[in-house]
Each structure stands twice: as C-alpha cells, then as structure tokens.
C-alpha cells in the first residue's frame, strides 16, 4: 500500500497518484500576446463565436440528448446553445441533490422555465445499495470518495442510450480559479492547492501532510498561466473532477475541450478571467432569455441583478449560516452529517463499513468506532470523515490497493 497515496485521499478525498489516460489537457495553444489590449466587445462576440461551434459539433437532432443541469452557469450555457439546434421536447435534462439547496431548487426551475423532459432525483429519499456502490467505484476508477452522485441504476434505464452533456472544466477555464494575488513558488502553490481542496475538514484522518510530492507539474511560463492552474489542470480536474463528472458506463460531450475553445478562454487577459467576468457577460448577452434567470452563482439572483442586489444577498446569506449553521443551501448533494444519523440504510452502511476498516488496521490517527459513536451523539460532526472511511473501505472490499 502506497501510504503517501492513502493519505492524499484521507485528506483530500481522492487519490494523488493516478494516471487518468483518458484525458489529456493541452496548454500549448496559450498566447496571451494575442489578444492583449483587445476590445470587450470582440472579445465577447469570439467567445460566443467559439462556444457555439463547440455545440455545433455534437448536436445531432435525430439522437436523445441528456444535460444534467443544477443551479450553475455552464449546464445552463450547454443546454441554451443546444436550444439552437434541438427542440426543447427533445431534450432531457435531471437535476439531483437536497430539496431546498439552490443547485436542486435551480436546476428544476430552469428546466421547467425552458421546456425540457425534465426528472429530479432527490437524494435525501435514496438508500445507496453495496452492489451499486461497488459499480460506481469501479465506473470512477477508485478514484474519489462516493456518495456525491445520481442514482446510477436509474440513470442506466431512463438514459443508457443519450448523449450526455457534461460541463466539465467551464468554471476553471472561464476563470473561476483565477486569484487575486497568485502563489510565488511551486511549494507555496501546493500548500494552497492542499489548503483549499481538503475534503475533511472535521479531523484529521491521514499520518502525515508528506504527499505533496504526488501532484504533477509541468511547468510552463508563468506570464502564460499561473502556476495555481497549472496545479489545478492536472491534478484535482482530472484526478478528482473528470472521475466523477465523467464516470464510465456513458457517451459524454464535453464541449468546453474544445480546443480552440480552450485556447482563447486561457488567453485572454486575467481582468477579463478573474470571476469568470468575460464569459459572464457572453452568456448574458448571447443567450439573454436563458439567463434572465436565476442563477446559484448570484445567490439565487440572475446575472444581471445590480451589485448592490448581490452584496445584500451575500450579507443575507452570511447572516444565515451564523444563525443556522445546519442549513446550507450552497451543498450540492445531502448533507452526511445528518443523513449518517437520521436515515437508518444509511448509518448501518456507514457503521458497517467504518469498523471493517478498523479491523484493517491501516488507519492509525484515531478510533473509527469512537469517531462514529461521537458523530452519531452529537459529539461532533464527522460526516465528512466518514464518507471517505467507508468509500475506502468499499474500495478495498471490491479488490482496488492504493
């Protein structure tokens, strides 16, 4: 057992060394001379020039079309440019998570204002069975935790034979990760990149923080891409991301890898990047019905709500959590702290599973049984932990050695 890959996953909730050779980002095509000191208004037409042609290429109207949508801006962006091409009848679209959250309360609005065959998959009434489970690890390749996904039986008969459209890398291309002031130093760029991508937050499961050394990185100029992308792209996008987005079993279109695609949105100018301004302004201006909505990214506001609209929501929402930190409407799946306590499958898969491990002896940072006992009084709330205990301990049933 590889012990630096084992805690990269108890921290983080995946698996740092891992070669996934189904997807290739190439960076090569960065030219950030190209379009420096570029008019707004260009720049918004060739994005949206470039974003329909990446449609264009897959939108075969005589075939079934599946998006999943949330609350978010880029399975909105696919499914308006499809709309272009293929009737709304002829498009379905699910939408899973939490009732009351806004990428499930979102996602169905937006299918019900547009038209499509829509279904919504509520999580919180779903009982995981240890057959499913040990499919969908075999489908992400034993690569990231479980439980944050659809009810894969269900999308099999409903959605075997669609082309799935799936968002993948939108938000990062089009300048989600951007940062204000950028890392220095490679070493200082992965203490970030481990600092903001750790999964458990409630205690500490791995032996040491020596796993460092596992994330890839092949340098390019910094003048082209910082060196906080160049972490990303290669390590949690496709180790943790592209498993899950993209997990086997169905036909995927991912339109935003669409290379020239790729090539101008990494080129522009950061001012144009830095929270996702360009393509936030292309969308409104090229698709304004489809976002005339709501979105998850204004807090439930559209796109276009006025600033001061915006910071108040923000205000409310901060508010919100301090006095109901229970209640967040920002979780895109369920929340495991009180789904492991309140729904019976749910806490004997987890019980089950945790002291199995335990009998393991691999995990020696503390009690397993002790942590589920504290979770299960309100002791603490470890469900973070143990969602990623029992994801590797159903790996580890179904044969997978890290």
């Known amino acids: 057992m ?23 980002i190439d960076l090569s095509g960065i030219d950030r001379e190209k379009y420096k000191g570029a008019d707004e208004n260009e720049l918004i037409n060739e994005s949206a020039r470039l974003w329909r042609e990446s449609i264009a290429k897959d939108s075969t109207p005589n075939r079934r079309h599946l998006v999943p949508i949330s609350g ?12 272009e091409h293929v009737e709304a009848s002829q498009i379905q679209t699910y939408t899973f998570g939490s009732p009351n959250t806004l990428d499930y309360e979102i996602g169905n609005y937006i299918a019900k204002k547009l ?5 919504a998959f509520d999580l919180t009434a779903y009982d995981y069975t240890i057959d499913e ?7 992400i390749d034993y690569q990231t935790h479980l439980f944050h996904h659809p009810p894969v039986r269900l999308l099999d008969e409903m959605y075997g034979d669609s082309l799935v459209w799936s968002g993948f890398l939108g938000d990062r291309f089009a300048g989600s990760y ?3 002031i950028s890392s220095k130093s490679l070493e200082e760029a992965k203490e970030s990149f481990v600092r903001k ?8 499961l791995s032996a040491s923080n020596d796993f460092y050394d596992l994330l890839e990185y092949e340098p390019i100029d910094i003048d082209r891409l910082s060196i906080d992308e160049q972490i990303e792209y290669p390590n949690r996008s496709a180790k943790y991301v592209a498993p899950h987005v993209l997990m086997e079993g169905y036909e995927y279109s991912t339109p935003f890898l669409y290379q020239p695609l790729i090539d101008f949105m990494l080129s ?12 936030r302004k292309m969308l409104l201006k090229t698709f304004p019905k489809e976002f005339s909505y709501k979105t998850k990214n204004n807090l439930g506001l559209p796109l276009s709500a006025p600033k001061i609209q915006v910071f108040a929501a923000k205000v409310a929402k901060k508010i ?3 006095l109901f930190p229970a209640k967040n409407s920002f979780i895109n799946y369920v929340c495991f702290n009180t789904q492991i306590r309140q729904r019976p499958a749910f806490t004997k898969l987890v019980k089950d599973n945790v002291c199995d491990l335990k009998s393991r002896n691999i995990i020696n940072t503390l009690d397993i049984e002790k942590l589920f006992a504290d979770h299960m009084t309100g002791k603490g709330n470890y469900g973070d932990a143990l969602v990623v205990l029992t994801s590797l301990e159903i790996f580890l049933k179904a044969g997978f050695e890290p």
């Open 320 to 322: 919100h959590r301090t």
């Open 178 to 180: 951007v940062q204000a």
């Open 72 to 83: 978010g801006l880029d399975s909105r962006a696919i499914l308006a440019a499809l709309l």
């Open 2 to 24: 590889n012990r630096k890959n084992l805690d990269s996953f108890l921290t983080c909730g995946y698996f740092f060394k891992y070669d996934n050779k189904k997807l290739h």
């Open 197 to 204: 991508n750790r999964y458990v937050r409630s205690c500490t």
């Open 133 to 139: 489970l040990f499919d969908i690890a075999k489908r």
């Open 268 to 279: 522009i100018e950061d001012k144009h990047r830095k929270d996702q301004s360009l393509y």
């Open 115 to 119: 038209g499509t065959v829509h279904t």
